[in-house]
Nanobody, 123 residues
Framework: VQLQASGGGLVQAGGSLRLSCSASGRIFRINTMGWYRQAPGQQRELVGDITSGGTTNYADSVKGRFTISRDNAKNTMYLQMNNLKPEDTAVYSC??????????????????WGQGTQVTVSS
């Protein structure tokens, strides 16, 4: 299973960006998918996540500005970021956990990370 994040870039404060995270490979089911970010010199933090049923959870710092959605048919999660601030500058990466049907009634569980995509917000 591989996760591919895309959509980062340079934007002015107040602008918007939309990130995508696509999962591919031998996937039976994806449970929770999440977005994380890491700014220079800081620890990685959870931006927000979404369950397979569409329930979302957000960090307080992005509530009301960021929206996470997913298309289960495409195994893809999105992060719509509006009203971006310079403090949103970070490398954004995605994470997902799920299962693979190995055959013979055997299911394997997994959790993978995608590579990061840089988001830079200028003031």
């Amino acid at each position: 299973v591989q996760l591919q994040a895309s959509g980062g870039g340079l934007v002015q404060a107040g602008g918007s960006l939309r990130l995508s995270c696509s999962a591919s490979g031998r996937i039976f089911r994806i449970n929770t998918m999440g977005w994380y970010r890491q700014a220079p010199g800081q620890q990685r933090e959870l931006v927000g996540d979404i369950t397979s049923g569409g329930t979302t959870n957000y960090a307080d710092s992005v509530k009301g500005r960021f929206t996470i959605s997913r298309d289960n048919a495409k195994n893809t999660m999105y992060l719509q970021m509006n009203n971006l601030k310079p403090e949103d500058t970070a490398v954004y990466s995605c994470n997902a956990d799920g299962s693979t049907d190995e055959g013979m009634g055997v299911m394997s569980q997994w959790r993978y990370w995608g590579q990061g995509t840089q988001v830079t917000v200028s003031s």
